[in-house]
T-cell receptor, first 113, second 114 residues
Framework: DAKTTQPNSMESNEEEPVHLPCNHSTISGTDYIHWYRQLPSQGPEYVIHGLTSNVNNRMASLAIAEDRKSSTLILHRATLRDAAVYYC??????????????FGQGTRLTINP | NAGVMQNPRHLVRRRGQEARLRCSPMKGHSHVYWYRQLPEEGLKFMVY????????ESGMPKERFSAEFPKEGPSILRIQQVVRGDSAAYFC????????????FGPGTRLLVL
């Protein structure tokens, strides 16, 4: 599985935008970029995913670099409930069969009131 | 549509006892994954099952651990003769089909071995 690199921790203030970076320099052409987050004492939850184009949903936006070697998860207006560990994960979108998720250490996001 | 359900949420066992963790996938989902999260660590894949079949058990410890997903009923992760190192949070996830992009996670079972 291709590897991702994320900062161990980040801190932001409530109601401000947050940009969470992820490096994946060995990404292959068929790898999708997925983001999950894990709130304290809960199971992970899906946030967003994309292949080449930037993606938006109700939770966040995903900005993917043109060379796809990095991406950024954007929380447009952070709230205290966004405090979590955020995981950037690569999944091969064209491989047959289901695939396990390979979690790294993720980025622990702290939101200050 | 209820989410993925896991029970018990907390389980305490003494060394040498058996632990049984249950996972009921979301309605309509026939694919189940189990992950383990040791204290202060990330989640690690253990096993992937479809109804009545183990598809990928590459993350399962070779001994004492087993998993099943019967035709009827929840998926069960069984740990025999538990040791303190088995203390962890065990998460189950489900998806409706094998190529589904998203896995939906349950709240986890926190196992403490005394």
């Amino acid at each position: 599985d291709a590897k991702t690199t994320q900062p161990n921790s980040m801190e932001s203030n409530e109601e401000e935008p947050v940009h969470l970076p992820c490096n994946h320099s060995t990404i292959s052409g068929t790898d999708y970029i997925h983001w999950y987050r894990q709130l304290p004492s809960q199971g992970p939850e899906y946030v967003i995913h994309g292949l080449t184009s930037n993606v938006n949903n109700r939770m966040a936006s995903l900005a993917i670099a043109e060379d796809r070697k990095s991406s950024t998860l954007i929380l447009h207006r952070a709230t205290l409930r966004d405090a979590a560990v955020y995981y950037c994960i690569l999944r091969d979108g064209f491989r047959q069969g289901a695939q396990k998720l390979v979690f790294g250490q993720g980025t622990r996001l702290t939101i200050n009131p | 549509n209820a989410g993925v359900m896991q029970n018990p949420r907390h389980l305490v066992r003494r060394r040498g006892q058996e632990a049984r963790l249950r996972c009921s996938p979301m309605k309509g989902h026939s694919h189940v994954y189990w992950y383990r999260q040791l204290p202060e660590e990330g989640l690690k894949f253990m096993v992937y099952l479809q109804k009545e079949n183990i598809i990928d058990e590459s993350g399962m410890p070779k001994e004492r651990f087993s998993a099943e997903f019967p035709k009827e009923g929840p998926s069960i992760l069984r740990i025999q003769q538990v040791v303190r190192g088995d203390s962890a949070a065990y998460f189950c996830a489900s998806s409706p089909r094998q190529d589904q992009e998203t896995q939906y996670f349950g709240p986890g079972t926190r196992l403490l071995v005394l």
